[in-house]
């Protein structure tokens, strides 16, 4: 906590660092530098990103409100883990979002929308084999993140930005199935059929379906980790 002493120089200055710390752990989660039950370790974090521990630990307890991380007393800062339940809460929250933005930007999506969003797509399709798995997931979250941004609603972006970043925690599991991103490109491009026929109850449908479909894929590719096939 800041001391009672901290002008409101330095506050900000605390909060400013916070949120570079912040910015940086979200990265390696969605890199995966960072994995589920990777614990952070305060010294080299502070060493590496020439922080103190105050705007440190301000990150560690923004980061666990977000539900990114949990603090254990006398043991540290470890990156969450989802359980089935919470995935499946938060795609239900997620298939909510979508369904709202499919509704409300297909009406009036422009063409010059729906070239980008097809460009997008067809970087997202090629990157899978030429960039590697890095690559393709940030392209998948690009393309996502620039459709809800396109409604251009910022309150509807913030809030599926949040839940987004929680679902890193999980999603990138479902990309680990055999088969899965060629269901998950077959999806994108319903998607964009869907919003370029300005129909707001088929782009309503494709963007909740892929969002559903997502979640099969996370949970089925957790129960593999976790009970993976015995080898022949």
Known sequence: MPSASATPFDLLRSMT???LVQEEILRGIKSGELTVGARLN??????????SRSPLREAFRALEEAGLVRLEKNRGVFIRDLSDDEAAELYDVRAGLDEMVGRRLAPRITD?????????????ETSSARDGFNRHFELNVAFHDRIVEMVGNATLLGIYRQVVNRMHLLRRRGFSLVGSSSASHAEHRAILQALATRDADVAARAMRQHVQNGLQRAVAAHHLEEDPAPAP
Do not use: I, Y
Request: net charge negative.
């Open 17 to 19: 660092l916070s949120g």
């Open 42 to 51: 305060e010294s080299e974090l502070s060493q590496r990103l020439g922080v």
């Open 112 to 124: 010059d929308q729906l070239a980008e969003l097809g460009e997008m797509l067809t970087e997202l």
